[in-house]
Antibody
Framework: EVQLVESGGGLVQPGGSLRLSCASS????????MSWVRQVPGKGLEWVAN????????YYVDSVKGRFIISRDNAKNSLYLQMNSLRAEDTALYYC?????????????WGHGTLVTVSS | QAVVTQEPSLTVSPGGTVTLTCGSS?????????PYWFQQKPGQAPRTLIY???NKHSWTPARFSGSLLGGRAALTLSGAQPEDEADYYC??????????FGPGTNVTVL
């Protein structure tokens, strides 16, 4: 069974930093594009960033460009999101999502999310 | 940035058929937007139902199907079941590697 597990969320003050991680069991992440998606509780989904299998391509939603960095460590089968200069509007549940067998791109497998709260 | 639109809410009778649509502010939705459809129930992570306009996963119930309809992406639910009550989100891909979700459609089976 494929499982993606996010971690690293928590309470952080505005302007602070946080690093999210996503680990996989049952899926070799180096074969797939990986993404971060966030959701303010009670609101809709927002795509945040994605990264190619070898890390050579990365894309971001405009609102996080220059503040967030997506990265991966294929040797550790893990995905990361370094979040800097955090703002109240970054408060959300952050999901990682991956490609799947036969479909290396896109959002096919999802974790259960890690909650980030930006507040003083 | 492109804006993706969806119906805010729809109601379908048990066993009935309903079609959700997904539009783009940039013009007609095409297969080149690689439309995705996701189902999300309260307290749960999203689940991918349809990808690349029409493709299903092994876990996608056969009653769900994807298509293009009148310049929009469409998700049709045929033979609605009570367990299909959920929020449904579409996702479109744009140039520059960007992806944009629609605001979601809340489907009630009543």
């Amino acid at each position: 069974e494929v499982q993606l597990v996010e971690s690293g969320g928590g309470l952080v003050q505005p302007g602070g930093s946080l690093r999210l991680s996503c680990a996989s069991s049952g899926l070799t992440l180096r074969s797939y594009w990986m993404s971060w998606v966030r959701q303010v509780p009670g609101k809709g989904l927002e795509w945040v960033a994605n990264i190619k299998q070898d890390g050579s391509e990365k894309y971001y939603v405009d609102s996080v460009k220059g503040r967030f960095i997506i990265s991966r460590d294929n040797a550790k089968n893990s995905l990361y999101l370094q979040m800097n200069s955090l703002r109240a509007e970054d408060t959300a549940l952050y999901y990682c999502a991956s490609g799947y067998i036969g479909v290396p791109q896109g959002l096919h497998c999802w974790g259960h999310g890690t909650l980030v709260t930006v507040s003083s | 940035q492109a804006v993706v639109t969806q119906e805010p809410s729809l109601t379908v009778s048990p066993g009935g058929t309903v079609t959700l649509t997904c539009g783009s502010s940039t013009g007609p939705v095409t297969s080149g937007h690689w439309p995705y459809w996701f189902q999300q129930k309260p307290g749960q992570a999203p689940r991918t139902l349809i990808y690349d306009t029409t493709n299903k996963h092994s876990w996608t119930p056969a009653r769900f199907s994807g298509s293009l309809l009148g310049g929009r992406a469409a998700l049709t639910l045929s033979g609605a079941q009570p367990e299909d009550e959920a929020d449904y989100y579409c996702l479109l891909s744009y140039s520059g590697g960007r992806h944009v979700f629609g605001p979601g459609t809340n489907v009630t089976v009543l």
